[in-house]
């Protein structure tokens, strides 16, 4: 499984608190980053938890999908900028 869903019933789960924003992003933990990979991989995310897709499901479900979207924002805007990027790797 990719660790966002239940093996067994399929619902969404809350983010892992101990995963990074490289590894969230599949990127190596280096201050160079592939950027066109990066774009493939958060656009990939915003598919699998944007909250527009959770709209049917329970309230647990919307409140992980919400969480895990501004996660992937987050991390995808740090990951992005060289500035950001750098000072993440340091911290
Ligand atoms: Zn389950």
């Known amino acids: 499984g990719n660790g966002f869903?239940?093996?067994?019933?399929?619902?969404?789960q809350p983010p892992d608190p101990t995963r990074d924003?490289?590894?969230l992003m599949d990127c190596n933990r280096s201050f160079s980053?592939?950027?066109g990979k990066l774009q493939h991989r958060?656009?990939?995310l915003q598919r699998l938890v944007?909250?527009?897709?959770?709209s049917q499901?329970?309230?647990t479900e919307?409140?992980?999908s919400e969480k895990h979207s501004t996660l992937v924002n987050d991390a995808y805007k740090t990951l992005?900028?060289?500035l950001s990027r750098g000072l993440y790797l340091v911290s």
């Open 5 to 12: 869903f239940c093996q067994h019933c399929g619902a969404l």
């Open 21 to 23: 924003y490289f590894s």
């Open 33 to 35: 980053v592939d950027i």
């Open 42 to 44: 958060y656009q990939q």
């Open 50 to 54: 944007h909250p527009d897709f959770f």
């Open 57 to 59: 499901k329970s309230q």
């Open 62 to 64: 919307k409140d992980f």
């Open 80 to 82: 992005q900028a060289p």
